[in-house]
């Protein structure tokens, strides 16, 4: 079964309308761009068996804008729903009964298991989706336009896999599979998600549809450790939360959204990716779940470091005060 049909079934199948890529209309557009192409050298009395030229009038007035609203429309849908349903997972006594009435929530723990599950599943299709799509325009116009266009959408963070809320799903469904083997109970999560190791550094990887793998690199490039209390930026990239203080020049104390907005990333050095920050708390329960050594050691270190930078907070703070 060819993936646009496939993909087509599966947009089909589900309960609720999602936002998807259409492949139909996107590839009706370079079928209709090939056309005029061919007729225009029928015109002038010349046939050639080629594409339209790389910089087509025709399909970048259509083709990418319309791309580019979809590809914002499913990584808007992804992250909101993948957010409200960490939040649930996450919270804790009266918190959680509140969220459940308030999202009118119904069902048990393993409504919310499978909802994971399965946007986990949208996530991946719609990133294979729009990878097959842009290959599609590229062998059309002999060009690497689409790859461009691929960079430009990770810069605008529109690209589905750069979301931290699937690097969160994928360590949600990678707890809810140790806790249940712990306890004896048969795991119903997603099996296609896995930490692994590479000279020992962890690797957060799941397999996508079509043989497509995505590892994330759990290595902060800061200390070159592995991420402990971990934070995506908006850019996508992953550090520890006391290595982004220091990267972003502000204090434990004050936090990260006290940023200023012309501090970089340390590693794209897009600025302004401070401010959206998104603490991943699944993948720190996942970390100290599976390197409990390391995590302790971290622990005490971040403790001393954090009663430093509060002391020395409060102690400016109190000169200031009586004017010294």
Known sequence: MKFCKKYQE???????????????????????????????NDVHGVLHNQTCPQHCPV?????????????????????????????????????????????????SHVTLIQEGKDLVNYALINAVAIRKILKKYDKVHFSKQGQAFKSQAQSMHIEILQSPWLCELMAF??????????????????????????????????????????????????CLDTVFDPVSLTCGHIFCYMCACSAASVSIVNGLKAAEPKEKCPLCREAGVYEGFVHLDELSILLRRSCSEYWEQRLQMERAERVRQAKEHWESQCQAFVGV
Not at 174 to 193: D, H, Q, W, Y
């Open 10 to 40: 599966y947009m089909q199948g589900q309960e609720k309308k999602l936002p998807g890529v259409g492949f139909k209309k996107l590839k009706k557009i370079l079928k209709n761009c090939r056309r005029e192409f061919q007729s225009k």
């Open 59 to 107: 399909c970048d007035g259509t083709f990418f804008p319309s791309l580019l609203k979809e590809m914002s429309d499913i990584v808007g849908c992804f992250n909101e729903r993948a957010q409200k349903l960490l939040e649930l997972h996450l919270a804790s006594g009266f918190r959680k009964y509140f969220i459940w009435f308030k999202g009118k929530l119904q069902g």
């Open 173 to 222: 469904h990678i707890n809810l599979r140790e806790t249940k083997v712990k306890s004896g109970m048969t795991p119903a999560s997603f099996e296609g998600c896995y930490l692994t190791f590479n000279d020992g550094k962890p690797f957060l990887s799941c397999e996508l549809f079509d043989s497509v793998k995505l590892d994330i690199d759990l290595t902060c490039s800061i």
